[in-house]
């Protein structure tokens, strides 16, 4: 047998177990009975337990004369590839018991049976596709490169159909043998984006591959003491978890229960924790938990340490798991377990990183509760049922106050109005627009669901919803009721979330709320790619409608987006996650640096100066970069802005966000070479002597105007302004009043924030902005404007991080070039060459294609001030670098020079 065969049958020992049989398919005619199947899979199980090798050979020889007998006597039958499987399985540990041609030969005869299995249990005939496929490559004498093809032909085969999960096992494992590690790496994303909910995958990276953390999924239903079921995540996505499993075996489990609920003393009401009793306890421990004093909610885990979900996700006990809002928790390998710094790890501490700002999670909650879809929409004026309308209506806070809602507030707002709107069925049974109050019931009925984590408010509410679409409607007022029923549809079955959301869309007319509602429904689902495909159509569509204004902020925040579906990660952890090619960066997030530009104008907005007068914006900005800065003042008339505290309760004066941003705002403006930076502070609030106190206490010399009605302006919920009572809420305007960079008052660390990435997008941005204009001063051939402002925008030395460096002295060697200043151009393109070579020596993501230009470059100005011979030896060095190709902005500045040379 060669190596790689013998790899390819220790890969398939390894996952024996991970797959447990295939689903139970029910007696048919023409089938083979499941009473027949059932007992010869004993049999094969009952092979492998026999001490004694001769009787297990004889008991395996067995198995497959009874599977060839079957198989005889129903040849057609759709079910015989489970006993064909049967019948392999036995025949390949027949192998490795007695190696004979005769086994062998037996062995591929089954695979070639199994190889005509249909996709539909693709599953099956896996590893006969594998022991064909090997045989194949042995009688081409093929090289380690040509297998490594062949193997990820064979993935892609698998792709979307029963096997595919069992094959980026076999895979994973193959894959290092053949040293195709960059397959490998690419095999280990599939199984993170595609399988993280699988518990056999997640089980088995844990269990059999030398990875670092792995993000999974937490997914099961399990049934609390008072006999209610909870799906997770679906149930309590918005709301972090904590799911604690235990034994009452093992000794301290009452000390290690007290530690873990720490937490709660810390962060009060933050997370939900979920109890898993290992005991397999008639209450699920809750009497135990109560003793304890833990209000913990207590869940039935059924098979205790023996059950699928322990063995996926706790692995030993006592252990604690943090699963966050979109229900995914980080895991750590099975060997990792009680190893750190120096052998000493409190194996209950949960890094900071991961605790989520309650208004953040208050607007994921919101969002996925559907409050967008009832609590900015029109009601009547008149008519008996108005005035019940708006009181309910009064029930659903707008943005961003909705946000800063206690959860116990907002449990009582929906409980409110389903109250309210009880009485209004009541009173007004035959009232026309009755369904605007059914669709407002539906949400009221969500959110108790979601913030109560009972389900059988979620059940009221899809009864509700097939009320209402049994109602004559008026066009697109049916969107609530299938929004709840697509809810419903996904808790059931999220894998058909492809056509649930597509029929959404199409029932919805393909208007831009439902596309809204597909997107957030998508989260739902678990499928990031569905939540990106409804996300570009919303936002390529026009945004206008003020209903959409709470999902587009949301769509378009970087924050959002950062942890979308994945786990919060610290420092440490996001470069393990670099290793296996996801964006890692929460500061490169909030920068936007390497993302697609902003390129959407600001709105037309309508401020108040100090004096009265009107400010319209972005039409006011004077020709210059703009930054545009929305600050709330504190509500208490005298008060100054809050300042952040520390575990202590006491306040970190060196960290104050707000003071922090607006300062550094006023530095980047004055440091800037050529003036050309305006600070307007955006006070939201309507008293003029109010800001002018703060603006002097302050200190801050920039224009300021206000807001009219505050946080009540349309343009608050326009704009995504959120949280500006502790952090300003940044715009940067382009000279023409397009927005190149903005950040909401959600940042990465904590409530109040840590702005140091706002400071550094400020300044990248403004070089941004500048380098483009720049650049069109180039193409319009005005070479002096150009190397004016490629001289700036900033003191060389201040703000050199992000690779400026390089292509700021590439242009402006260009622009000498244009000016016949040749020696001016020679210094300015070895300044870029040096600066470049300073950022990229020795690292992986050096852009080699842009070297190559500068070089080129400089070879065309030695020509040009007749140094031939140095010119040939720099044209010798312009020769196509091996090194991967950039495609951060970066890289697209020096694209764009090097069209407009070759022009």
């Not at 509760?369 to 209506?393: M, Y």
């Not at 924030?753 to 070089?767: D, K, Q, R, S, T």
Request: proline fraction near 5%; charge should be neutral; glycine fraction near 6%.
């Amino acid at each position: 047998m060669t190596a790689l065969k013998t790899h390819i049958f220790l890969a398939a020992f390894l996952l024996t177990g991970v797959f447990v049989g295939v689903a139970k398919s029910q007696d048919a005619a023409g089938e083979i009975s499941e009473r027949e199947i059932i007992s010869l899979q004993k049999e094969l199980a009952e092979a492998g337990e026999v001490s004694s090798k001769t009787r297990m050979r004889r008991a395996y020889k067995g198995v497959v004369r009874g599977g060839e007998k079957l198989l005889k006597s129903s040849s057609a039958a759709p079910n015989r590839y489970r006993i064909l499987d049967i019948v392999f399985q036995s025949q390949k540990r027949l192998l490795a018991l007695e190696n004979s041609d005769e086994n062998r030969d037996a062995l591929l005869e089954t695979c070639a049976m199994l190889a005509g299995a249909p996709d539909e249990v693709a599953d099956l005939r896996l590893e006969a596709d594998l022991l064909i496929m090997e045989r194949e490559l042995s009688i081409k004498k093929a090289d380690v490169k040509e297998r490594a093809g062949a193997l990820e032909k064979l993935i892609a085969r698998y792709r979307d159909t029963p096997g595919e999960a069992k094959s980026l096992m076999f895979a994973s494992q193959i894959a290092p043998k053949l040293e195709a590690f960059d397959l490998e790496m690419q095999i280990l994303r599939t199984m993170q984006e595609r399988f993280s909910d699988h518990h056999g995958v997640i089980e088995f990276r844990r269990k059999s591959l030398a990875a670092g953390r792995i993000e999974a999924l937490f997914r099961g239903t399990f049934t609390r003491a008072d006999g209610t079921s909870l799906s997770f995540p679906v149930d309590r996505l918005g709301y972090p978890c904590l799911m604690v499993f235990w034994t009452k075996k093992t000794e301290g489990f009452e000390v290690a229960l007290k530690q873990i609920n720490e937490y709660e003393e810390l962060h009060p009401g933050r997370f939900d924790f979920y109890s898993f009793n290992l005991d397999e306890l008639p209450d699920a421990g809750e009497s135990t938990l109560r003793a304890l004093g833990l209000k913990w909610t207590a869940l039935q885990l059924s098979g205790g340490k023996k059950s699928q979900t322990f063995r996926t996700y706790g692995r030993r006990d006592p252990v604690s798991i943090l699963v966050n809002a979109y229900g995914y928790t980080l895991l750590s390998p099975t060997e990792n377990y009680g190893h750190g710094q120096g052998g000493k790890v409190n194996p209950y501490k949960i890094d900071d990183v991961r605790l989520t700002s309650e208004r953040y999670l208050a607007q994921l909650q919101s969002l996925f509760i559907g409050d967008f879809l009832v609590a900015n929409t029109e009601i009547p004026e008149t008519g008996g049922l108005a005035a019940s309308l708006r009181e309910i209506q009064e029930c659903f806070v707008s943005s961003p106050f909705r946000y800063r809602l206690t959860r116990e507030e907002a449990l009582a707002n929906y409980g409110k109005a389903l109250k309210l709107s009880a009485d209004a069925i009541v009173k007004y049974p035959r009232d026309p627009d009755l369904w605007q109050v059914r669709n407002r019931r539906i949400i009221a009925l969500l959110g108790m669901w979601k913030m109560a984590a009972d389900p059988k408010y979620f059940e009221q509410a899809a009864k509700e919803a097939r009320t209402v679409l049994e109602m004559t409607l008026p066009d697109g007022a049916d969107l609530v009721a299938r929004f709840c029923l697509a809810k419903e549809e996904l808790r059931q079955s999220a894998a058909e979330a492809k056509s649930i959301l597509s029929g959404l869309v199409d029932e919805g007319g393909g208007s831009s709320i439902a596309v809204a509602a597909a997107a957030i429904l998508a989260i739902d689902a678990n499928s990031p790619e569905l939540h990106e495909h409804y996300r570009n159509v919303l936002l390529k569509n026009d945004t206008n409608d003020s209903r959409l204004w709470e999902v587009a902020a949301f769509l378009r925040d970087r924050y959002h987006r950062l942890d979308l579906l994945k786990v919060k990660l610290s420092r440490p952890e996001r470069r393990v996650r670099a290793r296996y090619g996801y964006i890692v960066s929460p500061r490169e997030h909030a920068v936007n640096h390497g993302l697609d530009p902003m390129t959407e104008r600001l709105p037309e907005l309508e401020l108040k100066t100090l004096d009265g007068d009107v400010m319209k914006l972005p039409r006011e900005t004077q020709d210059k970069l703009t930054l545009l800065m929305f600050v709330e003042p504190p509500a208490e008339p005298d008060a100054d802005f809050p300042v952040p505290l520390d575990r202590n309760r006491k306040p970190q004066k060196k960290n104050d966000p707000l003071r922090n941003v607006m300062n550094y705002a006023f530095d980047v403006a004055e440091r800037h070479i050529h003036k050309e930076v305006e600070v307007i502070a955006a006070f939201l609030c309507d008293d003029a002597e109010r800001v002018r106190a703060l603006m002097a206490k302050n200190k801050w010399p920039c224009r300021a105007a206000m807001v009219p009605d505050g946080l009540k302006n349309p343009m608050v919920r326009q704009l995504g302004i959120l949280s500006s009572d502790r952090i300003p809420n940044v715009f940067l305007l382009r000279r023409d009043g397009t927005v190149a960079w903005h950040t909401s008052g959600f940042v990465y660390k904590s409530d109040f924030g840590y702005p140091f990435a706002i400071w550094l997008a400020m300044g990248v941005h403004i070089e941004v902005c500048d380098t483009e204009l720049a650049y069109r001063a180039l193409v319009a051939g005005e070479f002096a404007k150009a190397k004016k402002i490629f001289s700036g925008p900033f003191l060389p030395g201040k703000d050199e991080r992000y690779r400026w460096r390089a292509p700021r002295f590439h242009g402006r060697a260009m622009a000498n070039m244009g000016l016949n200043d040749w020696n001016s151009a020679l210094i300015d393109i070895d300044t870029a060459i040096e600066a470049h070579k300073k950022e990229f020596d020795r690292k992986e993501d050096a852009p080699g294609a842009s070297l190559v230009e500068m070089r080129t470059l400089r070879a065309l100005i030695l020509e040009k001030l007749g140094r031939a011979e140095e010119a040939k030896a720099a044209r010798e060095l312009a020769v196509v670098d091996p090194t991967p190709y950039s495609t951060s902005i970066y890289q697209m500045f020096h694209d764009r020079l090097y069209e407009l040379r070759r022009k």
